[in-house]
């Protein structure tokens, strides 16, 4: 039997199988080396990217808070400037049912420098926006689209490399997110404060073209050695329960994340607070973003990641109630912004890694494009929502927002609390 035959018959095997089961080892797909410096090493990579995507991206809210009480384009309105970071967010988890069957094609490298070069254009063609639509096509569609090219070809490679300490490897490399929100939230405002706003976007294409690029040279996944079918849209997947499941907490979750990394700032300032204390705010949430999830990760490879998954998802939900609302002072705020930053991306920690124990590790990637385009619109309308939401001339004119935040954590917990039970009932 040649190898071709063996992985259609280790295939056909995996389907039978339970859907919390997945194979790893078999005569021609050898395990995942599970550490070692060229492991590792994916890590590093792997976390820059984050750095100096979703960091960046996290990091909207700062130009949020400024396009509202800045006035820079009279014809928009505040829904306008909501549109443009939900639309950057969702354009890039869109394209991927795009890009997934252009790694097959092209490897993985090829569509990342082809993100990089379009996100660097974004970014300085923002720059010289006059109008607000220039905005929604540079800001919006063209780092969008720039950005999913970057994320989407990198974000199944790290679970190619590990399996015992998967989810902490996951949560290392997302950990970036945080990292680079804090160099952002600090960086724009005071770009902002001391340049300009159009210099603040030439600078950062800089500095997102130099380091992505450096990240991609060392980046490399094993698709060789497992043979992902790495289709666009696996519709098979569709039809089982726990798949259903995994896509409805991240649809859901999503709804609350999006509302809070890009209200708090406002939301701080909002108490009468200053610009730089609402840029420390986005900073502060990043920061608990780069602490907390090595220590989720952590957690997860122990107890189990659908169960911490749960856990920390419904925490997120709860301090919304606990904290956020009652928050009238900036102490209080920075305690709410650093858990929330290390609880509420639990979702992207360890969505890769429960995806391999839903669907396998061969058909990760086909599951993180269907999970992309299932959350394409709650990022997209998740802070068009809020707006919609805040009670202008209230006492806590954030009130409803806070609530449905906080709701949201809490139902999409539920999700996974069903994933949990179908899995253990099967075991």
């Known amino acids: 039997m040649s190898a071709t035959d063996e992985l259609q018959e280790v295939a056909k095997e995996n389907q039978a199988l339970p859907s919390s089961t997945f194979i790893l080892e078999s005569p021609t797909i050898e395990p995942p080396p599970d550490g070692g410096a060229k ?5 590093g990579a792997s976390f820059t990217i984050n750095a100096f995507t979703w960091g960046q991206t996290a ?8 396009f509202l009480r800045a006035g820079m384009f009279p014809e928009a309105r505040p829904l306008d400037y909501a549109f443009i970071g939900g639309l950057q967010f969702s354009i890039s988890l869109a394209i991927g049912p795009l890009v997934t069957p252009l790694v097959r094609k092209f490897g993985t490298q090829i569509p990342m420098l082809v993100g990089i070069f379009i996100q660097c254009i974004g970014f300085i063609t923002a720059s010289f926006s006059m109008r607000i639509w220039h ?15 970057i994320f989407v070809p990198c974000s199944p490679v790290i679970s190619q490399w590990f399996s015992k300490k998967r989810s902490l490897a996951q949560a290392i490399s997302s950990a970036g997110v945080g990292i680079g929100g804090i160099i952002f939230s600090f960086g724009i405002q005071a770009m902002i404060d001391n340049v300009s706003f159009c210099w603040s976007l030439r600078i950062t294409a800089a500095m997102c073209t130099v380091m992505n690029t450096t990240a991609v040279a060392v980046l490399r996944n094993r698709n060789s050695t497992i043979r992902p ?12 329960y726990d798949v259903l499941l995994v896509l409805s907490w991240a649809f859901i979750t999503m709804l609350g ?3 809070l990394i890009y209200s708090v700032s406002d939301f701080t300032k909002s108490l009468g607070l200053s610009s730089s204390q609402a840029a420390a705010i986005s900073a502060f949430l990043n920061v608990g973003a780069a602490v907390g999830r090595p220590l989720i990760g952590l957690i997860s490879d122990r107890y189990g990641r659908i169960e911490t998954s749960g856990i920390f998802t419904f925490l997120s939900g709860l301090i919304c109630f606990a904290i956020w609302i009652p928050a009238k002072t900036y102490g209080v705020t920075i305690l709410f912004a650093i858990l929330t930053g290390a609880m509420s991306g639990v979702f992207w920690m360890t969505l890769a890694p429960i995806a391999v124990e839903v669907v396998g590790l061969a058909h990760v990637p086909s599951l993180l494009s269907i999970t992309w385009l299932t959350i394409v619109l709650p990022t997209l309308f998740s802070e068009v929502i809020a707006l919609y939401l805040r009670r202008p001339g209230a006492e806590n004119k954030y009130l409803h927002v806070q609530v449905f935040a906080g709701l949201a954590g809490i139902v999409s917990s539920l999700c996974l609390l069903e994933l949990w039970r179908i899995v253990r009932r099967k075991k």
Do not use: C, E, N
Request: aromatic share 16%.
């Open 257 to 259: 994340y999006i509302t």
């Open 59 to 66: 990091s909207f809210g700062v130009y949020l808070a400024h």
């Open 135 to 149: 905005l929604y096509l540079t800001q919006g569609v063209l780092l969008g689209i720039g950005q999913g090219f």
């Open 229 to 240: 079918p790495q289709l666009a849209f696996d519709t098979k997947l569709l039809r089982r």
């Open 39 to 43: 492991a590792w090493s994916q890590v």
